[in-house]
């Protein structure tokens, strides 16, 4: 058994490329913790308008509109990857998740998601979402700390000390804008 942090993604290329790993993906939800079964979600998006700096802010709050009302459009165009953060918007997700209309094999491999929003959350829990968490995990700061360590190139130390001077430097630059307290 391994763990894929982005397993929708690695699953569905697996498939689309017509590997026969594709069968041997399986999904689960969180497993147990010390304290609770909860996994942080990769992929929640933060959707951010500025108010300032220039931008189009009737021109972003449209967008947002226009892209919550076709939530059912981006979870279908997206492979079941996009999960709609209003599930109401998306009447057939459970249809979808029953019967993978893309090929699983079982076709009910994804039925597991069904309830994800009740052992899924956001990065950075328990606190908010935020865009200095978002930008630090875009960023993938957390995963390349462990591997430099892996691979020999840092001592924990070092690559700890450089995360945290990474990850602190973009909360200051989120703080100095006004969009992360703190």
């Known amino acids: 058994m391994s763990y894929i942090l982005?397993?929708?993604?690695?699953?569905?290329?697996?498939?689309?490329?017509?590997?026969?790993v594709a069968d041997d993906i399986y999904f689960s939800a969180a497993?147990?913790?010390?304290?609770?079964?909860?996994?942080?979600s990769h992929v929640m998006y933060n959707w951010i308008i500025?108010?300032?700096?220039?931008?189009?802010?009737?021109?972003?709050?449209?967008?947002l509109?226009?892209?919550?009302?076709?939530?059912?459009a981006v979870c279908w165009n997206s492979k079941l990857y996009d999960f709609p953060?209003?599930?109401?918007?998306?009447?057939?997700?459970?249809?979808?998740?029953?019967?993978?209309?893309f090929g699983s094999n079982p076709p009910t491999k994804l039925q597991v998601l069904k309830n994800a929003t009740d052992w899924a959350t956001n990065i950075g829990h328990p606190g908010p979402?935020?865009?200095?968490?978002?930008?630090?995990?875009?960023?993938?700061?957390?995963p390349v700390?462990?591997?430099?360590?892996?691979?020999?190139q840092k001592t924990p130390a070092q690559a700890?000390?450089?995360?945290?001077a990474q990850i602190n430097a973009i909360f200051a630059d989120w703080r100095s804008r006004g969009l992360v307290g703190g």
Not at 54 to 60: E, H, I, K, S, Y
Not at 85 to 101: E, G, K, N, Q, R
Not at 129 to 142: D, E, K, L, M, R
Not at 160 to 164: H, T
């Open 50 to 63: 500025p108010d300032k700096q220039g931008v189009n802010v009737a021109a972003a709050q449209e967008f």
């Open 85 to 101: 953060a209003f599930p109401s918007l998306v009447p057939d997700l459970d249809s979808w998740l029953d019967d993978d209309p």
């Open 65 to 72: 509109l226009h892209y919550t009302e076709n939530l059912a």
């Open 31 to 40: 497993l147990a913790g010390p304290v609770t079964a909860l996994v942080a």
């Open 6 to 20: 982005n397993s929708i993604s690695a699953y569905r290329t697996a498939q689309d490329e017509g590997l026969e």
């Open 129 to 142: 979402a935020n865009p200095a968490v978002g930008q630090i995990f875009s960023q993938s700061i957390i």
């Open 145 to 152: 700390m462990f591997a430099e360590v892996a691979q020999e």
């Open 160 to 164: 700890l000390a450089d995360a945290e």
